[in-house]
C-alpha cells in the first residue's frame, strides 16, 4: 500500500511503498518504515490510545495513529495546533522559565 | 551545553513524579525533567487502574458504602504481605496501608471520580477503587501548574552527576533542541517507573526502560528485589494494534472466561483447582509461561482466552457493566467490534505481558536510596510488593510515596539550607564522559543500529529471564549479555540528526536496559527456589531459606554484586519447601 507523508523541515511530501499487514494500524506501519527510513519522525509511547502522543491528522482528520486500522492509500500530516518539531511530531507550544508546563 | 541548578531534580512525571514535584514546590525549588510530554509519558497513564484502599477507610473516609467496616489498615497489610510470599516490608506496608486513604481522598477532592469498589486477586476484602487514569493525570498536570515547579518535557536523563559518592544532579537531553543541559541539584528523586520494555511484550509504554534504576545501580545505591518482574497474564497479543491492551485480563478476572491451551485445555487446573483463572497474577504467568515454553501455545506463541462457552447476549451486554473503558464494546478510541473476532465463537491470542517491577532501587521510610542525595518513589523502588504485587497497589505506591519523597527531600533541603549557597560540585571529567557517550552513536559511522539492539536484548531476555526460569537458560543468557554489551558499546544512529533522533534515543535505553537485565539474571540465578513472580522449572518449590530479599550493587568490576541481608537470619534455614503457589501456614 501507498503511505505519502508530510515531512519538515522543508515542507514537502514524500510517498513510501509497503506491504499490508493484518490487523495493524496506521502506528504500526510507521514503525514499519521507520526500519527502512530511520530519519522519519513520529512519537508512539503507549499505544493503545491512552496518552494521546501519536495525534496526528490522517487523511484529513485529526486522529490517534494507534487506534485507526491501516487500510486503503493514506496521507499523513502533523496535528494542527502545536510547534511541529520533525515530520510528524508536534509539541504545544513551550514557555520558557518557572510557574508552567514547560 | 546549558547548566541549571535547583534545589530538588526530579525525574519522571507520572503520579509519583508530579506528587513529589507538588509536595517539594511548597518549599523548595523544583524541577522535574521528563522523556516525553508531563504526565502523559510514564506507566501511569496507562493503568487499568484501581488504587487498593481498605475497606473501612473506604467507607469512612473515601463515602463508599460497599466498603467493608471488618476491614482494616492491618488487614490490608497482611494480604500485601502474604502475597508478596512474605518478602515485603513491613515498615514500607504499613505506610503504605495507612496513608493510601487520605491521599485518594485529597485527590477526589481535587476532582477525581471513584467509579466504584471491586474485590481482586490477593485481596481478602473489596478494596479496589475504581479510577480513570487519564483522569488522574490530567488533575496532577493541572496541580503541578498551579506550582513553581520549571518543568522541562521531552528532556531525557542520561547519567545522574556524582561527587564523592553523593549525587548531585544529572546531565540530560533536550531532544526538542539536540543539546545536552547539566542539572546540579541538592536532592533527586527517581521517578522512572519500572524497565517493563526489557521484554517483547509489555503492558507499559515504550519509554519504561527503568532508566532510572540504572542509573541508581551506576551511582552505587543499591537495588533489591530485582528478581520479580511482573506479568500480566492474558493481556491481548493480537491483533497487533492492540498488543498489550488489558481489557482481556479484566475479562479474564470479572467474567467467566476460560484460559485455553492449543488442546483447548483448561491448564490453569492442575495449577490451582479453586480459584481456576481468577487465581493470582503470578500463578496465571507460570502456568501461562509453561504452556508457551512446552509448545502447547496459540500459533503466535501466546494463550487462548476464550468466552465462546456463553451464550452471545451475555457477551453483548459485558460492555455494559464493565468497570473501565468497555462500555459498548469500545475501548477508548477503538471500536472492539471491528477490530475482535466474534467473541461468541472465537477465542482471543493473550500473553502474559510484562506489566510491573517489583524490585527497584532499595528505599527507606523516607523514600531515600542508599547513597546521599538520592531519593526514589513509585513502581521503580522495592520492598513495598516484595515478590508479587496484589492488584491496586501499583498507583497507590506511587501516589503515597511520591508524595513522601517530596516531602522528605525538601525537608532535607530546609536542614541543609545554612549551606545553601554552596551548590554541590559539578565533576567536569565525568561530565564529558557521558556527553561524549551520549553522542558516540551519531558519531560513528558503522555499528548495530540501536533498533536492532533493543530488540536482540528484549527477545533474548523474553527467554533468559522470561515467564520460566532454569539455571542452564539463565547461564545462556548471561553469556549473551556480555555479547550484547560488546554490541552496546559500538551502536551507530542511522541517522545523524541531533534533534528528535529515535536512534540516539533507543541507545541511551538500550545501556539502561542491559545493565538492568544483568542485575535481574543475577538475582534469579542466586534464587535458587520459585516465588511470586519468579518462577524456575528446575527448582518449582518455595524455601523457608529464601524468606529474604536479595541486594544488588555494582560490584567494582561493573558486574553485579549481590548481598543477603541478615535480618530474617533466625527465622530462615530451616530447609521447609512447599510447593510453588501454596501459601505457607501464617505464624503470627
Given at each position: 500500500m501507498k503511505i505519502s507523508v508530510r515531512r519538515f523541515p522543508g515542507d514537502y511530501t514524500q510517498d513510501y511503498e509497503i506491504e499490508d499487514a493484518e490487523g495493524e494500524s496506521v502506528l504500526n506501519l510507521l514503525e514499519r518504515i521507520r526500519e527502512k527510513d530511520p530519519s522519519l519522525a513520529f512519537y508512539r509511547s503507549c499505544g493503545i490510545g491512552k496518552c494521546g502522543a501519536c495525534r496526528m491528522n490522517i487523511n484529513g482528520r485529526e486522529r490517534l495513529a494507534c487506534a485507526v486500522p491501516a487500510t486503503g492509500s493514506l496521507l499523513l500530516e502533523h496535528a494542527s495546533g502545536g510547534k511541529v518539531v520533525r515530520d510528524l511530531v508536534t509539541i504545544e507550544q513551550r514557555e520558557e522559565g518557572t510557574g508552567g508546563i514547560g | 551545553m546549558r547548566v541549571f541548578e535547583t534545589d530538588i531534580l526530579i525525574i519522571g512525571s507520572g503520579a509519583a513524579g508530579i506528587l513529589a514535584a507538588i509536595e517539594a514546590s511548597r518549599s523548595c525549588c523544583v524541577t522535574l525533567v521528563t522523556k516525553g510530554p508531563c504526565g502523559r509519558d510514564g506507566a501511569t497513564i496507562t493503568a487499568q487502574a484501581d488504587i487498593a484502599v481498605d475497606g473501612r477507610s473506604c467507607k469512612k473516609i473515601l463515602g463508599l458504602p460497599e466498603g467493608d467496616s471488618y476491614d482494616s489498615p492491618n488487614r490490608f497489610a497482611s494480604d500485601i504481605f502474604r502475597e508478596g510470599e512474605e518478602l515485603g516490608n513491613k515498615k514500607l506496608i504499613e505506610i503504605q496501608t495507612e496513608s493510601i486513604a487520605s491521599a485518594v481522598a485529597a485527590l477526589r477532592d481535587d476532582g477525581l471520580h471513584l467509579r466504584g469498589l471491586f474485590k481482586n486477586p490477593g485481596h481478602t476484602y473489596p478494596r479496589s477503587v475504581w479510577i480513570s487514569a487519564p483522569e488522574l493525570c490530567f488533575i496532577l498536570r493541572n496541580k503541578l501548574k498551579a506550582t513553581q515547579t520549571k518543568v522541562m518535557e521531552y528532556t531525557v536523563v542520561c547519567d545522574?552527576?556524582?561527587?564523592?559518592?553523593?549525587?548531585?544532579?544529572?546531565?540530560?537531553?533536550?531532544?526538542?533542541?539536540?543539546?545536552?543541559?547539566?542539572?546540579?541539584?541538592?536532592?533527586?528523586?527517581?521517578?522512572?517507573?519500572?524497565?517493563?520494555?526489557?521484554?517483547?511484550?509489555?503492558?507499559?509504554?515504550?519509554?519504561?526502560?527503568?532508566?532510572?534504576?540504572?542509573?541508581?545501580?551506576?551511582?552505587?545505591?543499591?537495588?533489591?528485589?530485582?528478581?520479580?518482574?511482573?506479568?500480566?497474564?492474558?493481556?491481548?497479543?493480537?491483533?497487533?494494534?492492540?498488543?498489550?491492551?488489558?481489557?482481556?485480563?479484566?475479562?479474564?478476572?470479572?467474567?467467566?472466561?476460560?484460559?485455553?491451551?492449543?488442546?483447548?485445555?483448561?491448564?490453569?487446573?492442575?495449577?490451582?483447582?479453586?480459584?481456576?483463572?481468577?487465581?493470582?497474577?503470578?500463578?496465571?504467568?507460570?502456568?501461562?509461561?509453561?504452556?508457551?515454553?512446552?509448545?502447547?501455545?496459540?500459533?503466535?506463541?501466546?494463550?487462548?482466552?476464550?468466552?465462546?462457552?456463553?451464550?452471545?447476549?451475555?457477551?453483548?451486554?459485558?460492555?455494559?457493566?464493565?468497570?473501565?473503558?468497555?462500555?459498548?464494546?469500545?475501548?477508548?478510541?477503538?471500536?472492539?467490534?471491528?477490530?475482535?473476532?466474534?467473541?461468541?465463537?472465537?477465542?482471543?491470542?493473550?500473553?502474559?505481558?510484562?506489566?510491573?517491577?517489583?524490585?527497584?532501587?532499595?528505599?527507606?521510610?523516607?523514600?531515600?536510596?542508599?547513597?546521599?542525595?538520592?531519593?526514589?518513589?513509585?513502581?521503580?523502588?522495592?520492598?513495598?510488593?516484595?515478590?508479587?504485587?496484589?492488584?491496586?497497589?501499583?498507583?497507590?505506591?506511587?501516589?503515597?510515596?511520591?508524595?513522601?519523597?517530596?516531602?522528605?527531600?525538601?525537608?532535607?533541603?530546609?536542614?541543609?539550607?545554612?549551606?545553601?549557597?554552596?551548590?554541590?560540585?559539578?565533576?567536569?571529567?565525568?561530565?564529558?564522559?557521558?556527553?561524549?557517550?551520549?553522542?558516540?552513536?551519531?558519531?560513528?559511522?558503522?555499528?548495530?543500529?540501536?533498533?536492532?539492539?533493543?530488540?536482540?536484548?528484549?527477545?533474548?531476555?523474553?527467554?533468559?529471564?522470561?515467564?520460566?526460569?532454569?539455571?542452564?537458560?539463565?547461564?545462556?543468557?548471561?553469556?549473551?549479555?556480555?555479547?550484547?554489551?560488546?554490541?552496546?558499546?559500538?551502536?551507530?544512529?542511522?541517522?545523524?540528526?541531533?534533534?528528535?533522533?529515535?536512534?540516539?534515543?533507543?541507545?541511551?535505553?538500550?545501556?539502561?536496559?542491559?545493565?538492568?537485565?544483568?542485575?535481574?539474571?543475577?538475582?534469579?540465578?542466586?534464587?535458587?527456589?520459585?516465588?511470586?513472580?519468579?518462577?524456575?522449572?528446575?527448582?518449582?518449590?518455595?524455601?523457608?531459606?529464601?524468606?529474604?530479599?536479595?541486594?544488588?550493587?555494582?560490584?567494582?568490576?561493573?558486574?553485579?554484586?549481590?548481598?543477603?541481608?541478615?535480618?530474617?537470619?533466625?527465622?530462615a534455614g530451616t530447609g521447609a519447601r512447599r510447593p510453588y503457589g501454596q501459601k505457607k501456614r501464617m505464624s503470627s
Open positions: - | 545522574l552527576l556524582t561527587s564523592d559518592g553523593a549525587v548531585t544532579g544529572a546531565l540530560a537531553f533536550d531532544r526538542l533542541s539536540g543539546t545536552p543541559l547539566a542539572v546540579r541539584a541538592r536532592e533527586t528523586i527517581l521517578c522512572t517507573g519500572g524497565a517493563m520494555r526489557i521484554y517483547p511484550y509489555a503492558t507499559a509504554p515504550l519509554g519504561l526502560t527503568g532508566d532510572g534504576i540504572a542509573m541508581a545501580y551506576r551511582a552505587g545505591a543499591e537495588l533489591l528485589d530485582m528478581e520479580f518482574p511482573m506479568f500480566l497474564p492474558y493481556a491481548l497479543l493480537s491483533p497487533k494494534m492492540l498488543e498489550g491492551a488489558t481489557f482481556t485480563h479484566d475479562l479474564a478476572m470479572l467474567t467467566n472466561a476460560y484460559a485455553l491451551n492449543r488442546a483447548g485445555e483448561r491448564f490453569i487446573s492442575a495449577w490451582d483447582p479453586e480459584r481456576m483463572e481468577r487465581t493470582t497474577r503470578d500463578i496465571n504467568s507460570a502456568a501461562c509461561g509453561v504452556e508457551i515454553a512446552e509448545g502447547r501455545g496459540t500459533p503466535l506463541g501466546g494463550i487462548w482466552l476464550s468466552l465462546a462457552h456463553l451464550p452471545a447476549n451475555i457477551i453483548e451486554v459485558m460492555g455494559n457493566w464493565f468497570p473501565e473503558g468497555l462500555s459498548r464494546w469500545r475501548y477508548g478510541p477503538f471500536d472492539l467490534k471491528n477490530v475482535l473476532p466474534d467473541l461468541s465463537r472465537d477465542a482471543l491470542e493473550t500473553i502474559p505481558a510484562s506489566h510491573f517491577w517489583n524490585g527497584g532501587v532499595a528505599i527507606g521510610i523516607d523514600g531515600s536510596a542508599s547513597i546521599p542525595g538520592l531519593y526514589a518513589a513509585g513502581e521503580g523502588t522495592a520492598g513495598l510488593h516484595g515478590a508479587n504485587r496484589i492488584s491496586g497497589n501499583g498507583i497507590g505506591q506511587a501516589i503515597v510515596w511520591g508524595i513522601r519523597a517530596g516531602q522528605s527531600a525538601a525537608s532535607r533541603v530546609a536542614k541543609k539550607s545554612n549551606a545553601r549557597n554552596a551548590h554541590p560540585k559539578v565533576d567536569l571529567e565525568q561530565l564529558d564522559f557521558i556527553i561524549s557517550n551520549l553522542f558516540a552513536p551519531l558519531e560513528r559511522k558503522t555499528g548495530v543500529s540501536p533498533v536492532d539492539l533493543a530488540r536482540d536484548i528484549r527477545s533474548a531476555a523474553w527467554k533468559g529471564i522470561g515467564l520460566v526460569r532454569d539455571e542452564v537458560s539463565m547461564r545462556d543468557f548471561e553469556k549473551e549479555l556480555s555479547a550484547l554489551r560488546e554490541t552496546a558499546a559500538n551502536q551507530a544512529a542511522r541517522t545523524k540528526e541531533r534533534v528528535w533522533n529515535e536512534d540516539l534515543l533507543i541507545s541511551l535505553q538500550n545501556i539502561n536496559m542491559l545493565d538492568v537485565a544483568s542485575c535481574v539474571v543475577a538475582s534469579a540465578l542466586r534464587r535458587s527456589e520459585s516465588r511470586g513472580a519468579h518462577y524456575r522449572k528446575d527448582c518449582p518449590y518455595t524455601e523457608d531459606f529464601w524468606d529474604r530479599s536479595i541486594k544488588v550493587k555494582r560490584g567494582n568490576n561493573g558486574f553485579p554484586l549481590l548481598a543477603l541481608p541478615d535480618e530474617r537470619k533466625n527465622t
